[in-house]
């Protein structure tokens, strides 16, 4: 089985930088060739910071507009994180603590690395002439949009978890590093060897970070979680599309996304831990019980009030008007008015119905909830008589 460590070198053609030295072991092979958006020497300056620079160009500066100062040092310089995750909502915690100036080793399969690299159309674009591209990777395929959306300033390296020394690898990695993150399946990783506990003999200042499906423990614990099977399974889909319509699953995958938030945020609260105590931690996130809690208020209909979710489309269940409304010309407007002086502005300004505000079937959001039929009926008339941009107009400025 070899090699056991090698350069990713189906990474982009167009980003460079320098792995550690200290992983030449019996059996492997190791190139100094990793992905970042800089090179070694700049690697470090926040996504944010870059921004700003950016933004206080000649070229980019408005008239007269006051120039943003200089983004803070990154808060996260001299943090390593082992990154052991793949596909979407690990990826997103690791690229987030690599923007606040972390060094993220991503570790990848051996034989295809990431599963997203290869979920393309769309990609980056290659060279139109091969010979721009270096030796090693002119063979290799492009490289998708998805993955590289997630993998900003992240080193990568490709590690045979079945071997001997690839584990030790791993293991010295472990050693050096200040927080591991894992998307493994409960247990996998304990049963290599790799486990909490077995990473905290190794490290005892280990922040170990477990993005799993659903848990540690209980029955599914040992099942893959998937965003869009955990979007059906924990309520998403059942109060996403239109009313009367068949569930819908959300245009982005939304479960991984806020799990990968979660993960970040739990993990910058371990280091704060480790701070105080000069022990690590053992975060465990999941993909189902972040999904519970992103019910919000919908959860607590129903744990309050006993009151099941339904499907509303684009209106919300409490707040009328909340919804996608129909203009003149084809057009649509996505029009929120949360409270009654909202309400007011939108009928008096904007829609030129000072008597809705009167109305009381419409003078309370209690009202207009109750009432949402006919005023729905009212605005959708107003505005179909004139075409979106007009009523854009209208708004600009007002709300």
Known sequence: MKPVLRTSSHLPRYLTGTLPTGSSLPGTRCQRRVSGWLNTSERH???????????????????????????????LRGIRILDLTRVLAGPTATMLLADLGADVIKVEEVSRGDDTRAWY??????????????????????????????????????????????????????????VLVENFVAGKLEKMGLGWE??????????????????????????????????????????????????????????????????????????????????????????????????????????????????????HPSIVPYQVFPCGGGGFLMIGAGNNKQFGILAEKILDRR??????????????????????GVITEVLLKRDREYWLERFHGLG
């Open 45 to 75: 300056p926040t996504f944010i910071r870059r921004l700003q620079t950016q933004s206080n160009s000649p070229e980019s500066a408005e008239p007269g507009a006051e120039k943003p100062g200089p983004g803070i040092p990154p808060p």
């Open 121 to 178: 159309p769309p990609s980056a674009p290659l060279p139109v002439n091969k010979a721009d591209l270096p030796p090693r990777s002119a063979h290799l395929p492009p490289e998708s949009a998805y993955f590289l959306a997630v993998n900003r300033n992240k080193r990568s390296i490709t590690v045979n978890f079945k071997h001997p020394s690839g584990l030790e690898i791993l293991r010295k990695l472990v050693k050096t590093s200040d």
């Open 198 to 315: 077995q990473c905290k003999e190794i490290n005892p200042r280990l922040v170990y970070a477990s993005i799993t499906g659903y848990g540690q423990s209980g029955p599914y614990r040992e099942a893959a979680g998937y965003d869009v099977i955990i979007e059906a399974e924990a309520g998403l889909m059942h109060i996403t599309g239109e009313a009367g319509g068949q569930p819908c699953k959300v245009g982005v995958a939304a479960t991984d996304i806020a799990t990968g938030l979660y993960a970040h945020g739990a993990i910058m609260a371990g280091l704060l831990s480790r701070q105080q105590t000069g022990k690590g931690v053992w975060i465990d996130c999941n993909l189902f019980e972040t999904q519970i809690a992103g019910l919000a208020n919908i959860a607590s209909n129903y744990l309050i009030a006993g009151q099941e979710a339904s499907r509303h489309g684009t209106a």
């Open 355 to 376: 008597d809705l505000v009167t109305d009381e079937r419409f003078s309370t959001n209690e009202a207009r909830v109750t009432n949402r039929a006919e005023l729905v």
